[in-house]
C-alpha cells in the first residue's frame, strides 16, 4: 500500500523520496538507501509499515535526518498506545499526526481510501492536502484518535468477517445448502457485508489485498492494553491466529472462509505449538521457525544479523549487528504481543567477549527495566563467517 500511496504523491507532482526495508524503485520518486536520507529534505514525512516494531524502528533509523518543522504523517496500523510512543520519540520540533486508513490496495491504487485521521487542528491542516490525495479525511480528534478509530472500526469489520465464516460452517455443519442460508441472510442487516464476501464464498479469496496475517495483528492490537475488554473480537483473533499458524497469513482475510474452523474445545481453538515466521523479519532458510510459541510462553530462535538476501549486516561490527538482532526480536516479541519487558531469560553468543561492551551498549537501550535472567558465553565461531553474535530469549506472550 505505502508503494501505491507514494506512487500518487508522484502523479499529483510532489517531490517523492521513498525507502523500503526491502528496497524497491518507484518510477518518478528518489530512492534513499537508508531513512534518515530519505526524511532529510522533506518537509512532510509519510510511514506505512506493518506493525509498532518496525514503525519503532524506522521512526529511530530516520530520528538524525529529521528537520525542525516537519510533520510526521503515521499511516500504519499500531494503535493509539503506539503513537504516543512515537510522539515521545520524535523531537519535539517534528509534529506528528496519526492517520490510518481503511481500504486495502485497489482503494488505494484509486486513491479512495479512508483517512483516518487524528492531531492538532494546525497539523491537519497542513497536510490536508496532501492526504486528500490518498482518499476521504474523517478527522477523528486529538492525536492517537485516528489509530484509535483504527481498531475500533476493525474489531466490527474483521470479527464480523469471522463470525460469518464460522456461521457458514455451522450451517453447512446442519446440512443446509450454502446459497440458501446466503440468500436468507441477505434479507437481514448482515445483507451488505453477505454480498459483499458472497464472491469470495463462492469461489475462494481473491489475490491478497488485505492479508489475514495483518488481520490477526490488527485485532491482537484491539484486545490488548488498558480498557480493551472485547470478548467477541477476541474470539476472532484466536480464529485468525489459527489460520495463520495453518499458512493462511499471506493470504486475503476472506481465505478465513476456506480455513478448517473447528469446535471449541481447548485441542481445536488452537495448535498446541505455534510456528511463528513474521513478515516483518528476514525469512529463515526453511531449517526452522523464528519462534514457537505453547500458550503464553514464547521461545525465540537465535537471530542473527543476516539481511534479506542471507548476507551479513554490519561486517566487523558489533554495534550494528546487534542493533539489528534486538530490531528483530522487538518485531518478533511485538507480532506475539510481547516485549522486552516480558523476556524471561535472554541467552548471548559471543565470538569476542571484548566486544561485550559493545553489545551491552545496545542492549540497555531495548532492556530498559529490571533486567531478565540471562547467560553470556563466548564461543569459537557462528554458522557463517562474520557473524560476530546471537542472541535468542524466552518471553511471556500476550
Known sequence: MGALMAGRLVDAGHKVTVWNRTRKELPGAQTASSPAEAVADADL?????????????VARAALPGLRPGTV??????????????????????VRLV??????????????????????????????????????????????GAGAALKLAVMSASVSAQVMLAENLAYAEALELDRSVFLDTLSGTALAALVERLRP????????????????????????????????????ARDRLAQAAGAGLGGQDITA??????????????????????????????????????????LFVSGQVALDEKGEVVGEGDMARQSEF????????????????????????????????????????????GEPPASTTVEVSRLFQPGLLIEVEVVAAAG
Open 200 to 235: 469470495a464464498i463462492e469461489s475462494g479469496p481473491p489475490a491478497t489485498g488485505y492479508s489475514l496475517g495483518l488481520a490477526a495483528k490488527d485485532l491482537r492490537l484491539a484486545t490488548e492494553g488498558p480498557g480493551a475488554v472485547q470478548t467477541v473480537t477476541s474470539s
Open 98 to 143: 496519526d492517520a490510518p486508513v481503511l481500504g486495502s490496495l485497489q482503494p488505494a491504487a484509486a486513491g479512495t481510501l479512508a483517512v483516518l485521521a487524528g492531531g492538532a487542528p494546525e497539523d491537519l491542516a497542513r497536510v490536508r492536502d496532501v492526504l486528500t490525495i490518498f482518499g476521504t479525511i474523517r478527522e477523528a480528534g486529538p492525536l
Open 45 to 57: 514525512v509519510v510511514t506505512m509499515l506493518s506493525d509498532p516494531a518496525a514503525v519503532d524502528e
Open 325 to 368: 538482532i534486538l530490531g528483530n526480536l522487538e518485531r518478533i516479541l511485538e507480532d506475539q504481543g510481547s516485549s522486552f519487558d516480558r523476556v524471561l531469560h535472554v541467552r548471548t553468543f559471543l565470538t569476542d567477549m571484548s566486544l561485550l561492551r559493545e553489545y551491552g551498549d545496545v542492549r540497555s537501550r531495548y532492556f530498559t
Open 72 to 93: 510526521f504523517v503515521e499511516m500504519s496500523t499500531i494503535g493509539p498506545e503506539a503513537v504516543a510512543r512515537l510522539r515521545d520519540l520524535l523531537p519535539e520540533s
Open 256 to 297: 478465513i472462509f476456506t480455513a478448517p474452523l473447528e469446535g471449541p474445545s481447548p485441542e481445536a481453538a488452537a495448535p498446541a505449538v505455534l510456528k511463528i515466521n513474521p513478515p516483518a523479519v528476514p525469512a529463515t532458510n526453511g531449517y526452522y521457525s523464528h519462534a514457537t510459541r505453547t500458550g503464553d510462553l
